[in-house]
Nanobody, 120 residues
């Protein structure tokens, strides 16, 4: 599975961004997908994940109520709508596939990251 993420950028605190990630390849159809992030000097951490049929969703506590993960099964694309952004959300966001969960060791496929910067 190949993953191409987009949608990062610079936004002021309180603003919104939407990340997108397109999955392609032989095993891309209905593969579980997700997002992890890594801030400078910190370990990569789980953000959100969505099941293959789009029903199951998990979030890390710090983004609950602010971020929403969704997917378009026809387009093999997942989205991360990020609202009420905070400076501590600043990180490189990585799209993932092939795993429904929060353990980075379980992820089968990683996309290239997209930078999200939230200014105070």
């Amino acid at each position: 599975v190949q993953l191409q993420a987009s949608g990062g950028g610079l936004v002021q605190a309180g603003g919104s961004l939407r990340l997108s990630c397109v999955a392609s390849g032989r095993d891309a159809y209905r593969t579980p997908m997700g997002w992890f992030r890594q801030a400078p000097g910190r370990e990569r951490e789980f953000v959100a994940t969505i099941s293959g049929n789009g029903v199951g969703k998990l979030y890390t506590d710090s983004v609950k109520g602010r971020f929403t993960i969704s997917r378009d099964l026809v387009k093999n694309t997942e989205y991360l709508q990020m609202n009420s952004l905070k400076p501590e959300d600043t990180a490189v966001y990585y799209c993932t596939a092939g795993y429904y969960g929060s353990d980075s060791n379980g992820v089968r496929y990683w996309g290239s990251g997209t930078q999200v910067t939230v200014s105070s």
